[in-house]
């Protein structure tokens, strides 16, 4: 079974701060994981995603996560905030060969000027 | 390529009606996802359709339905509304392989009152 768990629903960064957002994950089998980002009243946008190629993914907008299986962790990272960041992410898990995404209950992130 | 569109934006309806749902995934891909979103549940896997079949299903009950068609395009209907209906209804396609990733579309908006 697969399921994804993220820390912290809201996280408040100052413009310019870094951007740090925990998922760690749950898998009986090799995951393949994704960041989506969500801004109101529209869909999900893939940020990054790891398919067990390198364990440093880049993705979108300056934003990188890592793979790290000893933690079980997949926390997305981006060194300064932008005002444009502000909307809502969210960490998903499926497993390989899978057809579908379990998705963690997403963080808000807000970014103060 | 034009993106994955979803008809209608939004939609009201009463307890105890059915709705349609369309989704018109990105040319040439075949496969289709569809997942409610609720602030309660969050984001939760309905089902995946790949060349008219359905190929996976989450945990709902047979009120909720689908189906695709020869062009990829896929509807999904829910019978017999209930107030914890209301949700995003949110759509995704891929090409087809379990390593793509699913471009999700803006959603609609189902209200159940």
């Known amino acids: 079974a697969q399921s994804v768990t993220q820390l912290g629903s809201h996280v408040s960064v100052s413009e310019g701060a870094l951007v740090l957002l925990r998922c760690n994950y749950s898998?009986?089998?090799?995951?393949?994981l994704f960041w989506y980002v969500q801004y109101p009243n529209q869909g999900l946008q893939l940020l990054l995603k790891?398919?067990?190629?390198?364990?440093l993914v880049k993705g979108i907008n300056g934003f990188e996560a890592e793979f790290k299986k000893s933690e079980t962790s997949f926390h997305l990272t981006k060194p300064s905030a932008h005002m444009s960041d502000a909307a809502e992410y969210f960490c998903?898990?499926?497993?390989?060969?899978?057809?579908?995404?379990?998705f963690g209950t997403g963080t808000r992130l807000t970014v103060i000027p | 390529k034009a993106g994955v569109t979803q008809t209608p934006r939004y939609l009201i309806k009463t307890r105890g009606q059915q709705v349609t749902l369309s989704c018109s995934p990105i040319?040439?891909?075949?496969?289709v996802s569809w997942y409610q979103q609720t602030p309660g549940q969050g984001l939760q896997f309905l089902f995946e359709?790949?060349?008219?079949?359905?190929?996976n299903k989450g945990n709902f009950p047979g009120r909720f339905s689908g189906r695709q068609f020869s062009n990829s395009r896929s509807e999904m209907n829910v019978s017999t509304l209930e107030l914890g209906d209301s949700a995003l209804y949110l759509c995704?396609?891929?090409?087809?392989?379990?390593?793509?990733?699913?471009?999700f579309g803006p959603g609609t908006r189902l209200t159940v009152l």
């Open positions: 359709y790949f060349s008219e079949t359905q190929r």
């Open positions: 995704a396609s891929r090409s087809g392989t379990n390593t793509d990733t699913q471009y």
């Open positions: 998903a898990v499926s497993a390989t060969g899978a057809n579908n995404l379990f």
């Open positions: 040319s040439g891909h075949r496969s």
């Open positions: 790891y398919t067990s190629a390198a364990t």
């Open positions: 898998s009986s089998v090799p995951p393949y």
